[in-house]
Nanobody, 128 residues
């Protein structure tokens, strides 16, 4: 059983930076990849970023590319999302999720249903 706990959310101003963390426990950390999704009120859950356990492969949603950076610290079983130049459209609950398969071929990393484990979410609010 994999457990994921997000932290780092809060209220920031447009243009600021924020770093989210996701700490994993349970299972074998080296056997799964991790992703970030977000969900704004009244909208579907949206893919943000994905990283393999090795950290060598990363993928980003179009709306955050060039502003957000995903990274992983295997020694701490923790994944990060560095959010730079945040915009009002980044306001959402951010979730981390774990997936036990390789998505490099079919792009499954962007699909909500591909992930089997989810954290409880952390709220990010960007004021303009």
């Amino acid at each position: 059983q994999v457990q994921l706990v997000e932290s780092g959310g809060g209220l920031v101003q447009a243009g600021d930076s924020l770093r989210l963390s996701c700490t994993a426990s349970g299972g074998s950390f080296s056997t799964y990849a991790l992703g970030w999704f977000r969900q704004a009120p009244g909208k579907e859950r949206e893919f943000v970023a994905h990283i393999t356990y090795s950290g060598t492969d990363t993928y980003y949603g179009d709306s955050v590319k060039d502003r957000f950076t995903i990274s992983i610290d295997n020694a701490k079983n923790t994944m990060y999302l560095q959010m730079n130049r945040v915009e009002s459209g980044d306001t959402a609950v951010y979730y981390c999720a774990a997936i036990f398969r390789d998505c490099s071929v079919d792009g499954c990393y962007a699909r909500v249903l591909s992930y089997g484990y989810w954290g409880q979410g952390t709220q990010v609010t960007v004021s303009s």
